[in-house]
């Protein structure tokens, strides 16, 4: 069971129901990042610095305690996944490029959004291939492409899981295996348990599933993965020192106060339980649903977790999300390229009650009548 106490944190009369884009942060996550600088400390520059290497420490080690994994390991940005993966790439190129001195292959699965691959797309120094998951997980076809890093989402913007973890086995196990980089976004905070332990690299935005400040998230990498990385990452002095990856963070002056925030957003999920967080999305997911299908039976869905997809072939949703998002009803609506589909998107957070989706649920079938 969820405690009232912990659902009263997200209290708002909008309901968020938008997995695509940031999370509603909570009340304490909020009230951290605005008790950051109380007292003289926004004209103490340097007790800004001190009081944000202490949180920066406190929230590596949480981080590394929720997901069973090696504080050493783990990277806090000052960014979403979109812009973290931007600034690896870069640094990876560099890295790469040096050793093979020719175009470098990204082989990634065709549903992943234009965001988490966009810096290795728009580079001209790599090659990306789009492969479909017969492809991808057959070894002699791999074996063909024979790509430098394999890019895949753990959970994809199109409702699947992939499985990451067999995926890593099939590549650790060939002769030079290629570098495997997973984006967690729409799973970090979601799922009790990531892949870190496989993937070279796990990246994941704190900002949607976390529920914590915008513009934050985590990312672990693999030994060969930092020691490719580092010296091509040109990111200034350490603001601590004492992590192995802490030159993979920001440096010089910024907003300390989202550290504040993202250490009581991962204590508010350490505190809730990882486990019971998935339980509830994903049987709100399940609530949510069984009417759904009544309202539009002739829909396909896809439930992942707490979060569901409706394919609609037509084209015709945006005016149904249009009119949920005027009444404060928060969706995602994506349109595929090239295409009359459309891709409805709902994600359930775990604080949200059933009395608030039935409430969502009796709009969709008023507009759904009008509109679709």
Same mark, same amino acid.
């Given at each position: 069971m969820?405690?009232?106490h ?5 209290h708002?009369?909008?309901?968020n ?7 509603s942060p909570?009340?304490?996550?909020r +009230?951290?990042a605005l008790?950051?600088?109380?007292g003289?400390l ?14 920066? &420490? ?5 981080a590394?305690?929720?997901w ?6 783990l $990277? ?8 973290i993966?931007?600034q690896?790439?870069m ?6 490029a040096?050793?093979?001195?020719? !175009?470098?292959?990204?082989? #990634?699965s065709g549903d992943?959004h ?15 291939v789009?492969?479909?998951e017969?492809?991808l997980?057959?070894?002699a076809?791999l074996?063909?492409?024979?790509p ?14 992939? !499985? ?20 967690a976004?729409?799973?970090l905070?979601?799922?009790? +348990?990531l ?7 796990v ?15 985590l #990312? ?5 993965m ?5 010296p091509?990452? #040109?990111n ?7 992590a ?9 002056g910024?907003?300390?106060? &989202?550290?504040?925030g993202?250490?009581?957003?991962l204590s508010?999920y ?5 486990l ?5 999305s ?8 069984e009417?759904? &299908? ?11 977790a ?16 249009a009119?949920?998002?005027a009444?404060g009803?928060?969706?995602k609506?994506?349109q595929?390229?090239?295409? &009359?589909?459309?891709?409805w998107?709902l994600?359930?957070?775990?604080y ?11 709009e969709?079938?008023?507009t $759904?009548?009008?509109k679709?």
């Open positions: 969820i405690n009232s912990i659902t009263e944190q997200f708002s009369e909008r309901l129901l938008n997995p695509g884009t940031m999370g909570s009340r304490e996550v +009230e951290a008790k950051f600088y109380e003289d926004a004209a103490y520059p340097l007790g800004q610095y001190l009081r944000g290497r202490e949180l920066l &420490k406190s929230t590596r080690a949480l590394a305690q929720i069973d994994s090696d504080p050493q390991a $990277a806090i940005f000052q960014g979403g996944t979109t812009a993966l931007g690896l790439a640094a990876l190129y560099a890295a790469l040096t050793e093979l001195r020719r !175009p470098i292959i990204v082989a #990634c992943e234009s965001g988490g691959v966009h810096g290795f797309a728009s580079h001209p120094g790599f090659e990306v789009t492969l479909g017969d492809v997980f057959n070894e076809h074996d063909a492409i024979r430098d890093i394999v890019f895949v989402s753990h959970i994809t913007y199109t409702g699947k899981r992939y !499985p990451v973890e067999d995926l890593a086995r099939r590549l650790h196990g060939r002769e030079q295996a290629p570098l495997l980089i997973v984006d976004a729409q799973s905070g979601l799922l009790p +348990e892949p870190i332990h496989d993937a070279d690299l990246v994941g935005s704190a900002h949607k599933w976390l529920f914590g400040p915008p513009g934050t998230g #990312c672990w990498m693999s030994r060969r930092s020691q490719k990385l580092q091509y990452f #040109c200034g002095f350490a603001l601590d020192m004492s192995d990856l802490g030159s993979f963070e920001a440096s010089g910024q907003d300390f106060s &989202k550290l504040a993202l250490h009581a957003a508010l350490l505190q809730t339980g990882p019971n967080v998935s339980r509830q994903e049987s709100l997911a399940r609530y949510f649903l009417r759904a &299908k009544r309202i539009f039976p002739l829909v396909e869905w896809t439930q992942t707490g979060i569901l997809v409706a394919h609609f072939v037509d084209g015709g949703a945006y005016p149904l999300y009119a949920l998002n009444k009803i928060h969706t609506l994506i595929l390229p090239n295409s &009359k589909r459309q891709l998107r994600g359930f957070p775990y949200e009650a059933t009395a608030r989706l039935d409430r969502a649920l009796d969709i079938e008023r $759904a009548a009008v679709i």
